[in-house]
């Protein structure tokens, strides 16, 4: 049932990301992209990766949804035409996509109790065995991510900030124009809003 | 995308008021319940976040500005790196290696329960401020 689940869902992943490959259209485009992490995050729900699809959820179809909707209001709706499909290119994804396919060959199947990270004694059986007696948390995710491997996510918060230095400095703090601060009046704030309001009306 | 709207959208300012503190109790629920279920740090961030960008997006970006101007933004940013780092500092300076909490209280537990809960905080912090920050820049100009 489990796996039935999983294949419906990934097979929606397929379809919509074929559907945003054809899209002229930007914004149903960007739309889209929101659905595609709203399944995945389903999938990864079904999987038992309940901080991932979490994450998945908040920042995929939640952040990065408005801010391509952001980005988008800086040009338009429509992609742009495009004279001839180049064969160069289809070639060369196509040998990417078997490389990476052919890459996850090596790998363990989804579940596998007999995996390198499922046996070694140092990772998940650690984890599960001692994170209760050594961090505490019963989250044992909370536990890997903040102690045993904290450096990490000392890093990733690292990266986080980075981000958010280059868009401020790529497109943040001096330009600042005027008509920015000029407050629009919002229906019933204040006697101007209001009588705004009324002429809307009529 | 029309990111400063007028005199419409009144049932969506209605709904949106509503909506608010809500989901900034929840982020705070995630971020501080991140120990005991799913979620943390960084979801809590996120969910922080998007209830002041779906302010920004409702009542226009001016009047968000007003409530969380982008100064303090960049403030909360290198707070919660610095947040993050000064435990591992405090770890460091108490004796133990970078990031282990154990040294923070006589019993190795608490210490890891003040180490979790400022590192998350840390995290929290900076991603709500930078996807705030994110958005405040990408929508300001049109």
């Known amino acids: 049932m489990e796996t039935l689940v999983v294949a419906v869902l990934l097979t929606f992943l397929v379809i919509i990301a074929i559907g945003i490959i054809v899209l002229r259209d930007l914004l149903g485009a960007v739309i889209l992209l929101g659905v595609y992490s709203l399944v995945a995050a389903g999938a ?47 070639v060369f994804v196509v040998i990417t996509g078997s490389v990476l396919i052919y890459g996850t060959l090596d790998m363990p199947h989804y579940g596998n109790a007999e995996s390198a990270a499922q046996t070694h004694p140092d990772l998940a059986v650690r984890f599960i065995e001692q994170s209760g007696s050594e961090v505490g948390p019963p989250n044992i995710v909370t536990s890997v991510l903040g102690s045993y491997r904290g450096y990490d996510t000392l890093g990733e918060t690292l990266v986080v900030f980075a981000a958010g230095i280059a868009v401020l400095s790529i497109l943040g703090l001096k330009r600042r124009r005027p008509e920015d601060d000029v407050l629009e009046d919002a229906p019933g704030d204040t006697a101007a809003g209001a009588s705004d309001d009324a002429k809307d009306h009529n | 995308m029309k990111l400063y709207p007028r005199q419409r959208h009144r049932i969506l300012q209605v709904v949106t008021k509503l909506l608010v503190p809500v989901m900034l109790m929840f982020g705070l629920y995630v971020q501080f319940h991140g120990d005991y279920g799913p979620g943390g740090g960084f979801q809590a961030g996120v969910i922080f976040g998007s209830a002041f960008i779906l302010h920004g997006l409702v009542f226009g970006l001016q009047r968000t500005r007003e409530v969380l101007p982008p100064r303090m933004l960049h403030i909360m940013m290198s707070l919660g790196v610095l947040l993050y780092a000064g435990t591992g500092a405090v770890t460091m300076l108490m004796g133990g290696n ?45």
Do not use: C
Not at chain 1, 54 to 61: H, I, K, L, M
Not at chain 1, 77 to 84: D, E, I, L, T, Y
Not at chain 2, 130 to 135: N, Q, Y
């Open chain 1, 44 to 90: 990864f729900v079904v999987m038992d990766a309940v901080d991932v699809a979490f994450t998945e959820a908040a920042v995929g179809a939640g952040i990065s949804t408005i801010l391509f909707l952001g980005a988008l209001s800086f040009t338009s709706h429509k992609q742009k035409p495009r004279g001839h499909d180049s064969v160069f290119a289809l």
């Open chain 2, 98 to 142: 970078l990031l282990d909490y154990d040294v923070l209280a006589h019993d190795p537990l608490h210490g890891q329960h003040w180490g979790l809960f400022s590192i998350e905080l840390g995290v929290g912090v900076t991603v709500s401020a930078v996807m705030i920050s994110l958005f405040y820049n990408f929508a300001s100009k049109r």
